[in-house]
């Protein structure tokens, strides 16, 4: 890390997602272990209730499903960045559980004494400009979605185009796709990386 570059520090202590969302637990559970900066612990008590942890370097996020009530969580963060916000992973799986789940709750963030809340209710998440405003956050799941669509989109364009240069022997034309491809296959693989 830079010196002199603002860290942050967060909380979040009150996650709570409806309990008929345990099938969406497991597909967090899924991501968590495709990811190789991720650590994910599984632990079942005697009573049943599943205990979740996520683990990264900059830190922690955990689930309690219990039948029959509310699926609580607690995120705990510390030493990013704002510009390695977004791209975290565990940020990433927080957010993206708060939407798959439609969980409720704050997260605090702490920068260089100053604090922001980020408010999430049933699955949305705002952002609390300090004066009682709230601005809602874009949904980065499906952003990256849709930027994959656009992009298989034009992948796959490109690829007929090709085809169809290389039956009718047009060579110049070939030379210039299969750039734009190997462009398009380097964007490809960053997205598949988030």
């Known amino acids: 890390m830079q010196p002199n570059v603002a860290t942050i520090r967060g909380v979040c202590d009150n996650f709570q997602a409806p309990q008929e969302r345990t099938d969406d637990v497991y597909r967090i559970v899924e991501e968590a272990k495709s990811r190789s900066e991720i650590t994910v612990e599984e632990k079942k008590t005697m009573q049943g209730t599943l205990l979740l942890g996520f683990y990264t370097e900059h830190g922690v996020f955990r689930l309690v499903v219990q039948a029959g009530l509310p699926i609580k969580g607690r995120l705990y963060i510390n030493g990013i960045t704002e510009e390695e916000m977004m791209s975290n992973p565990l940020i990433r799986l927080f957010y993206g559980s708060i939407y798959l789940m439609g969980a409720s709750g704050m997260l605090r963030l702490y920068e260089e004494g100053v604090s922001r809340d ?18 809602e956050l874009s949904n980065i799941l499906v952003d990256q979605y849709i930027d994959r ?42 997205l598949q990386n988030y």
């Open 118 to 135: 980020i408010h999430f209710r049933e699955g949305r998440i705002y952002e609390s400009n300090g004066l009682g405003e709230e601005k």
């Open 149 to 190: 669509q656009i992009l298989e989109g034009r992948i796959n364009y490109l690829l007929e185009k090709l085809n169809d240069c290389m039956i009718h022997n047009k060579e110049p034309h070939v030379h210039i796709i299969k750039q734009e491809l190997c462009l398009l296959t380097d964007q490809w693989n960053e």
